[in-house]
Every structure is written in C-alpha cells, then in structure tokens.
C-alpha cells in the first residue's frame, strides 16, 4: 500500500507541475507602442511568434476593421520583408482633417523575402494607424500566418466576454480613453500621424530569441513528467518485491 501511495503521489505531482508550467500556445497579437488614445494615432505592434519546430513563418495578412475604418495606416519598412498595403472602398465614406475620405486600409501583408521567422523566434511587425475611433473600446484584427511547409494558421476568432478564449483568437487592440491633444484631432491628427511614422521608421524591427519564459515552461513541463514516470515506475518495482517475498 505504501509504494502504491508513493506511485500515485508520484504520478500526480507530475501531472500538476506539467498542468500548471505549460502554457497557452503564444499567438499573433497586437500591442501599441505607449498608448491607443480613442480618437488619436498610435503606433501598434503585430507580435508573431514562430510555433513550429520545423518550419518558417514567411507570410502574415492582417485585415483591418471594417465597422471602424482606419484612414490612415502606415507600416514601417522592414528588411527581409516585402510590404502590400491593401485599400478598399468605403460603404460609407469618413471624415478626417475636415477631408471626405471614400476608402481606408483594409489589409496589409508581409511576405518573407528571406528565411522570415524561424523556429525559436517572434518578429514585430510596426504600424502606425489613426484616426482611431471614439466610439469603440477595441478594435479587431484578424491576421493569417503561413509557414514555409505551406501550413497556414487562421487567427480569426473573436474572444467574447466571458468565454473560454478561443482555439484560434483574433488579435484586439484594446482603445484608453481619449487623451489631451488626440481626442478631437481633426486640428492636430496630421502632425501627430506625421511624429507617429516618423517614431515607427526610426524602429528597427528584427527577429527576436522568443520569451525565455515559455524555455522555462517547458523544462518544468519535462521535468514534471519525468518525475511522475519515475514514481509510477518506483511503486510496479516495489510492488513485484513484495510479491516475490
């Protein structure tokens, strides 16, 4: 009875630490550089992490809001990628710096010109975007990646309010409340757009060692099972003694 309690106890540690140190596979996002101020410009950053061991992220399609239009979206130049802007016409045409505007971005995509994202790496992909919306707490992105062996992963899922994230979630940008000089920035937008692409060129955007965090993760995850397989394999050996006695 002992050995089998030292097996269970074993079995059940390994589990717990593999539970409790794994965590949710990383997926694209998008954060801003600073502040997302409703009815200012910001520069935000599409994170794409490389989830494969034996493949290269080479393309990344990021649609943007049809519900709130984005005027002006401007991505930063990046080496090793080539850069397609996308503009669509407007179902209802917008207002911005006193302007009628008829059509606004509606995608933009990176393709790999080189190795793109390899295994072990996340890369940031810069924009600078406005006017952002006052009347909107967030704005949803949805990006497809593909690898270099043709899988191709559709980030396109909305996270609801009190769900379980999804499988496959689209990447949010959460919008702070307006901010002096941004809410209102009919008078001021041009300018700070201007700063805002001038910050986003200045940047330059490389592939990065991926979060030594989820390295961490994983070793514990290993070691959790390995722990768990040596008491399983303590209580069979202790029990066939006992037995053979």
């Known amino acids: 009875m002992k050995a089998s309690r030292i097996a269970a106890t074993g079995a059940l540690a390994g589990t717990a630490v593999l539970a409790l140190s794994v965590p949710a596979f990383a997926h694209v996002s998008v954060q801003p550089e600073g502040s997302a101020a409703k009815g200012g410009y910001a520069v935000v950053d599409f994170k794409v992490p490389n989830e494969r061991d034996d493949a290269s992220t080479t393309k990344l399609e990021v649609t943007f809001p049809t519900d709130h239009p984005l005027a002006s979206a401007m991505p930063e130049p990046m080496a090793g990628w080539k850069i397609e802007v996308t503009k669509s016409k407007l179902d209802k045409p917008i207002e911005l710096h006193g302007e009628k505007i008829s059509e ?14 390899e295994p072990g790496y996340f890369e940031k992909f810069p924009v600078s975007v406005g006017q ?11 990006a497809i990646q593909t690898y270099s062996n043709k899988e191709v992963v559709r980030w396109i899922e909305v996270p609801q309010e009190g769900q379980d994230e999804p ?14 000089g941004h809410h209102g920035a009919s008078s001021s937008g041009k300018a700070s757009d201007s700063d805002d692409a001038e910050a986003a060129s200045a940047k330059t955007a490389a592939a990065e060692p991926a979060d030594s965090s989820d390295t961490t993760a994983r070793v514990l995850g290993v070691v959790g099972i390995v722990v768990g397989a040596l008491g399983v394999a303590y209580g069979v050996l202790a029990g066939r003694r006992r037995t053979d006695a």
């Not at 952002?132 to 949805?142: G, S, T, W």
């Not at 499988?167 to 002096?180: F, G, I, K, T, W």
């Open 104 to 117: 606004a971005v509606s995608k933009i995509t990176w393709t790999a010109d080189g190795k793109g994202i």
């Open 132 to 142: 952002l919306p006052e009347d909107a707490d967030e704005l949803v992105f949805k």
């Open 167 to 180: 499988e496959n979630p689209a990447p949010v940008l959460a919008l702070s409340a307006a901010e002096d």
